[in-house]
């Protein structure tokens, strides 16, 4: 590297670089932890789950480890990947109110789901008796001879015309033994991470006499082998070699459309249509498939060989259950060897000691009840050593977890006002004053989704929303629609009222939590004396926050103490809102100064709403994304808090609250601080996108230069998604917060939204598959 010591500040990243590289050098194994992917976007490393074999499309490794991994096979890194959120499965899962699931393999893992769920795991008897033969381990000294072992084994099983299954634990070895079976001549399938694409052809045909079958996890669980073969499998592929396909099933006008765009009941008419085409050729082959289900059973029935335990006996037990179902015969067996990593790591010594004392020769294995035992119990070992590493890993994210709901419920609040729960009791109370406005007014017994109310309905809910929620909707937004579209406009304007307000009660805690935190830290409030506060520092946070200058000699007089630091608070939480308040009028005038209105006649503050949402949810995305990243850099160090005789559990939690307030305040600052810098220019409107009634002839766009000389934070360059929102802000100038259109009424043909806008009536279509053809059939009326 040429570097004298790696350690110094300016090569700080060498060391994190070095380790990635080493571990992708030495414990990340193609074939067995990922795979070389030959896809559209050219060769890439796909990581193969440790417990399905699948390959996991999508997942990358952080921290740089993907792309050392990618150097070291001379393909292009691509961008690092960087954590936007995280949570522990077992913290996930308990986001759920109600928790209950079902499988086959749960009670190895019981004590497990009480500890960590609080749920009891309760055996149910199997529909049929099992009748499975599990036999003995076969133990021996070195991985060769366990390979040529295994492949003997085959042969003289395929001899009798048991098909067979053998899994494997990784895509390496599956390739192994396929080459030890090719030089026996033996015909065989591999399913693996690499021929995923194959899984239902092979699986289909799996449990044919005579078939051999190699494959990975992806076999050991899931997959229903049926003895004899699968005749809907031989109807299917009978319809491929036709050219019959659901495609060819749906009606003329859409055999060459795009799927998104058949109706999903026709679809569907298409593929019933076709599982009974399906269902009536499987007839002809159910007779010979029956034939060779009693031929099979009659020998002895599926034959299941594992060449390796697992770290968990729960993946063991999956492998084994794939043969012996609804009361067939069957049998399983493991192949193991001293070589194994299971083994070498935690039985090894103990085995190899037992196979000396008892003299046996090379290619001679044990199989005996004590040997398997053994093994056993290391897999129970390793289970432990597993269960103890996730107790500790959730022990840390519970630190996490409380911020993660904090963080997240305000995100919730600035993305929506309120909760899915909240907005639900909003629809149905207004769905209830809709009913009984229309019953009343217009004498209906009863009012279903679809009935359509007078004028006078229209006319009443537009001036009860006026009074009970402060919102508008004009009368034209209510007529001539049904109950059920009513009652979705009419919520949809009062969560955007209320979205609004609660916008706005967000950013005035910003403003007292940025007051607060610079009198906290330069006015000691215990101490009675002022001479000790520091006004003017006090006097450069505030410009720095809000862009403006105050004199420290303006600052209410006193003594110090509690008393006079509340005073001086409350002092500068007036300055703050009368410049917030004059900040809102400049956002949400035109380019004439004056204050923009609603049809109604109303302020119309939409375009602040907009503003303050999206630096609300930038700022806090941003830092909590680096929150996650020191959160990972402290609990990578917290151990050596142990030395000093302190819980690194407790230290983490102390640590992690201590950064956690300081992302909070910096939320806080970065948030006013950009709100008021930001200055508003205006632009010509193109000519389709003119906004509606009320609205300025030119419209404004928010820019983002600072006025300031200082260097407080400006707010940052456009980019695609600012622009988006700049063009939702637009929108929403009206009123409201952009989720929601309060101005529903008739439009000229110069106002209407382009073909490709969001139609105005707030349904979330585009403009072109809503009302566009009624409003142009209006226009020329």
Partial sequence: LGIKNIYDGQHMQWPHLIEQALRANNLFHLDKEYVIYDGDKGEEVVIVDEFTGRMQHG??????????????????????????ATITLQNYFKLYNKLAGMTGTAMTEAAEFAKIYTLDVVAMPTNRPLVREDREDLIYGTDKEKWEALADEIAKVHETGRPILVGTTSVEKSEVLSRLLDVRGLKHNTLNAKFHEREADIVAQAGRKGNITVATNMAGRGTDILL???????????????????ESLLPEEFQNALSWTVPRDVLLQAEVKFDEMIGERAKKYQPDCDAEHKEIIDIGGLCVIGTERHESRRIDNQLRGRCGRQGDPGSSQFFLSLEDELMRLFAGPKIKGLMQTLGLKDGQPIQAKMVSNSVERAQKKVEQRNFDIRKNLIEYDDVNNGQRKAVYRMRQVFLAGMSRGDYFELENQVRKHVREEIKNIDKL???????????????????????????????????????????????????????????????????????????????????????????????????????HEINPDDFPKGQ???????????????????????????????????????????????????????????????????????????????????????????????????????????????????????????????????????????????GTTSTAPDSAPAAPPPTAAQAETRRQMEAASQGGTGSANTGYRARDKKKLPGPNDPCHCGSGKKYKKCHMAEDEAKAAR
């Fill in 59 to 84: 997942r990358r490794w952080s921290d740089g480890l993907h792309q050392a991994v990618e150097a070291k096979h001379g393909i292009t890194p691509r961008a690092e990947s960087f954590t936007l």
């Fill in 228 to 246: 004899g073969g699968n005749p809907k499998y031989s109807a299917l592929q009978e319809l491929k070699k036709e050219g019959i396909s659901v």
């Fill in 445 to 547: 017994e009863s009012v279903t989704d679809k009935t359509r109310f007078s004028a006078r309905v229209a006319k009443e809910l537009s001036q009860w929303v006026d009074k009970e929620h402060d919102a508008e909707i004009s009368e034209d937004a209510l007529r001539d629609i049904s109950c059920e579209e009513a009652v979705f406009r009419l919520s949809q304007t009062i969560r955007s009222k209320i979205h609004g307000e609660k916008l706005r009660e967000s950013v005035n805690d910003r403003i007292d939590n940025v007051v607060q935190a610079s009198l906290e830290k330069h006015a000691l409030k215990d101490v009675e004396r002022t001479e000790t506060w520091n006004l003017t520092e006090i006097a450069d946070d505030f410009k720095k926050a809000f862009n």
């Fill in 560 to 702: 110090g103490g509690i008393e006079h630091f509340n005073t001086l608070k409350q002092y500068l939480l007036d300055e703050a809102s009368k410049l917030y308040k004059e900040r809102e009028r400049i956002i949400c005038s035109d380019q004439d100064g004056e204050l923009l209105k609603t049809p109604g006649g109303r302020p119309a503050y939409g375009r602040m709403r907009q503003l303050e949402r999206y630096l609300l949810l930038q700022s806090i995305d941003e830092h909590w994304k680096q929150h996650l990243r020191n959160l990972d850099v402290i609990k990578g160090s917290i151990h050596w808090e142990s030395y000093a005789q302190k819980d690194p559990k407790d230290a983490y939690k102390k640590k992690g609250h201590e950064v956690f307030e300081i992302m909070l305040d910096q939320v806080d600052l970065e948030v006013v601080s950009t709100l008021f810098r930001i200055e508003v220019k205006f632009e010509q409107p193109e000519p389709r996108r003119a906004m509606d009634a009320g609205a300025v002839a030119n419209k404004p766009a928010i």
